[in-house]
């Protein structure tokens, strides 16, 4: 049974940075793409940045274009979100999750297996 858990999420201070990290319990890991979703308190969860496969393509959010970086290990079956220079708004439950197509898209539907979460809170 396929399954993500994420860690390092947690309060930071404006303008700091975290790591997040998204274990993957899912045999064909590397041909997938993985994505990074959050939502916010009130709000409709939303797409942060993609990475496909190969690591050859990435997508993200124009909100955190220049600030946040997503990166995977294959060999770890480990995808990666740095996050630098965080705003309050960026304040948000963070969501790894796996997308069989092989599209970067940013829609929901196109992933079909999604971690538990990890709270970020970043203090102004």
């Known amino acids: 049974q396929a399954?993500?858990?994420?860690?390092?999420?947690?309060l930071v201070?404006?303008?700091?940075?975290l790591r997040l990290s998204c274990a993957a319990s899912l045999r064909t890991?590397?041909?997938r793409t993985m994505g990074w979703f959050r939502q916010a308190p009130g709000k409709e969860r939303?797409?942060?940045?993609?990475?496909?496969?190969?690591?050859?393509?990435?997508?993200?959010?124009?909100?955190?274009?220049?600030?946040?970086?997503?990166?995977r290990d294959n060999a770890?079956?480990?995808?990666?979100l740095q996050m630098n220079s965080l705003k309050p708004e960026d304040t948000a439950v963070y969501y790894c999750a796996s997308n069989p197509t092989g599209s970067t898209g940013g829609a929901a539907l196109l992933y079909d297996y999604w971690g538990?979460?990890?709270q970020v809170t970043v203090s102004s």
């Not at 770890?76 to 990666?80: L, R, S």
């Open 13 to 17: 201070q404006a303008g700091g940075s």
């Open 29 to 31: 890991f590397s041909s």
């Open 46 to 71: 939303e797409f942060v940045a993609a990475i496909s496969r190969s690591d050859d393509s990435t997508a993200y959010a124009d909100s955190v274009k220049g600030r946040f970086t997503i990166s």
């Open 116 to 118: 538990q979460g990890t």
């Open 3 to 10: 399954r993500l858990v994420e860690s390092g999420g947690g």
């Open 76 to 80: 770890k079956n480990t995808v990666y």
